[in-house]
C-alpha cells in the first residue's frame, strides 16, 4: 500500500508553542498524507503551509468551574466530537496525533470513538488537563520534561524532548542589521508576545543600548506602545520566521518560558533571563523555566516582584560577565535532544504502520 493512502490528522492549535513541534513532526512524516485540524482565525492560520488541508471546529477551554456559562462551551465541545469524527470518516484518517490544548480534547475523543490509534505530545512540564484527562485514551503519551511523568501515574510515557523546526539545525543567516561582534539581546515573549515584558525592557533598554548593545525585541501584534521607544540599535518586530539565525546570534535572551522557545534555547545553547507568565495554566511556565535554572542555563525573574531596575542590572551584569555567559550557554546545550522531531515522528509512524496492517 503507498504511504499517501495513509491518512495523518493532526490536531494542534493556537500557539506557536502548540504548532511549531507539530510542523516539526509533520515535515519527517512526507510520506504520509496528513490533515491539519485547528480553529478559524488563530496562528495555524497563517502558520500551517498550504501542503496540509485546513480544518477548522469551533470550540474553546474551559474556564474554572462548571456553571450555565459553561453549557454552550459543552454543546459546542460535543459538536466538535463529531464533527471530527466526520473527518476521520471522511478522509479515511488512520490515526491522531496532537500537541495538547484544547483542541486535542475532541481529536483524542473522536479517534477513540471511531477506534484509531491516538498519540499525544505534552510539552509543558506540568502537564494540562487534557494531557491529564485523556492521556489514558491515547496509544502513546510522549513528554517534552523527563520529570512530567511523575504528574501522570500509571501512564505509560516516552520522554522525547519537544521537537524543532529543521531551521535550527543549520547555521542561519540574519537579514537584520547587526554588525559581527556586537552583543545582542533578543527579548521574545512568546509566540504571541508578552506586553509586560515589553513595557520592562522599553523602560530598561537605554542603558543597554549605552553598553554597545544591539536588540532585537520581538513584540506580539497586541502591544500599542511599540512606538514608543527608539534607537537606531533597536530593532523592534511584531513577529519573526527566522527565530533559529536569531538565537544562534544572541548573546542573551530575555524570554517568557513556554516549552517551545525553552527547547529552541537549548538546541542554539543561548542563555537567558527567563520572565514566567504569571497567568499561564496551573503556572506550567514557573516549572518549565525551572529545569532551565536548574540546569544553570538561565536566570529565573519572577513578574510581581519585577522591576525594570532589576532586569536593567542583571542584563548589565550579565553583559559584563562572558564568561557566566559562556557557561550558561553550555549548560543550556545539554538540555538539548537534536533528534526530537525524529523520534517522536518514529512513534507516529509506528502507530501508523501498526493501524493499517
Ligand atoms: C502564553 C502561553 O500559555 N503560552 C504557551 C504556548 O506557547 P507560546 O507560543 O506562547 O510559547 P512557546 O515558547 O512555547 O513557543 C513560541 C514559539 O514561537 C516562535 N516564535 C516566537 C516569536 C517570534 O517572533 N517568532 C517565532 O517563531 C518561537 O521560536 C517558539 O517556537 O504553548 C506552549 C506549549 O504548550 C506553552 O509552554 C506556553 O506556556
Given at each position: 500500500m503507498s504511504r499517501k493512502s495513509t491518512c495523518l490528522l493532526i490536531a494542534a492549535s493556537g500557539t506557536g508553542g502548540h504548532l511549531f513541534p507539530a510542523l516539526a513532526v509533520a515535515e519527517q512524516l512526507s510520506d504520509y498524507q496528513i490533515e491539519w485540524l485547528g480553529v478559524a482565525n488563530r496562528l495555524e492560520k497563517t502558520l500551517?503551509?498550504?501542503?496540509y488541508t485546513r480544518h477548522t471546529i469551533n470550540i474553546e477551554g474551559f474556564q474554572q468551574g462548571f456553571g450555565l456559562k459553561t453549557l454552550p462551551i459543552l454543546v459546542r465541545f460535543v459538536m466538535a466530537v463529531f464533527q471530527v469524527r466526520q473527518l476521520i470518516k471522511k478522509y479515511q484518517i488512520d490515526a491522531v496525533f496532537t500537541t495538547g490544548g484544547y483542541i486535542a480534547a475532541p481529536a483524542i475523543l473522536a479517534a477513540r470513538l471511531q477506534n484509531i490509534p491516538a498519540i499525544l505530545h505534552e510539552?509543558?512540564?506540568?502537564?494540562?488537563k487534557v494531557t491529564r484527562w485523556?492521556?489514558?485514551?491515547?496509544d502513546v503519551v510522549a513528554l517534552g520534561?523527563?520529570?512530567?511523568?511523575?504528574?501522570?501515574?500509571n501512564i505509560e510515557t516516552v520522554y522525547v524532548s519537544t521537537p524543532v523546526r529543521s531551521q535550527f539545525f543549520s547555521s542561519q543567516n540574519l537579514d537584520l542589521a547587526i554588525p559581527p561582534g556586537v552583543p545582542l539581546i533578543v527579548v521574545v515573549g512568546?509566540?504571541?508576545?508578552a506586553v509586560a515584558v515589553n513595557q520592562l525592557v522599553r523602560q530598561a533598554a537605554a542603558a543597554w543600548l549605552d553598553l554597545g548593545a544591539y536588540i532585537v525585541h520581538l513584540?506580539?501584534?497586541?502591544?500599542?506602545?511599540?512606538?514608543?521607544f527608539q534607537h537606531p540599535h533597536y530593532i523592534c518586530l511584531p513577529?519573526?520566521?527566522n527565530m533559529a539565525g536569531l538565537l544562534q546570534r544572541a548573546n542573551l535572551v530575555i524570554s517568557r518560558a513556554g516549552a517551545g522557545t525553552l527547547t529552541e534555547l537549548a538546541v542554539t545553547s543561548t542563555p537567558a533571563i527567563l520572565i514566567p507568565y504569571p497567568y499561564a495554566a496551573e503556572d506550567h511556565q514557573t516549572y518549565n523555566a525551572q529545569v532551565f535554572a536548574n540546569a544553570g542555563a538561565g536566570l529565573v525573574l519572577t513578574q510581581s516582584e519585577l522591576t525594570a531596575q532589576i532586569l536593567q542590572e542583571t542584563v548589565l551584569e550579565l553583559l559584563h560577565s562572558p564568561s557566566q555567559l559562556k557557561a550558561m550557554a553550555t549548560k543550556a546545550k545539554n538540555?538539548?535532544?537534536?533528534d526530537s522531531a525524529k523520534r517522536l515522528a518514529n512513534l507516529v509512524d509506528n502507530l501508523l504502520t501498526k493501524s493499517t496492517q
Open positions: 500551517v503551509p498550504d501542503c510539552s509543558n512540564y506540568i502537564p494540562g485523556l492521556s489514558r485514551w491515547c520534561f523527563a520529570g512530567t511523568a511523575q504528574y501522570l501515574p512568546g509566540s504571541q508576545g513584540t506580539g501584534e497586541k502591544d500599542l506602545d511599540v512606538q514608543s513577529f519573526y520566521e538540555l538539548a535532544m537534536i
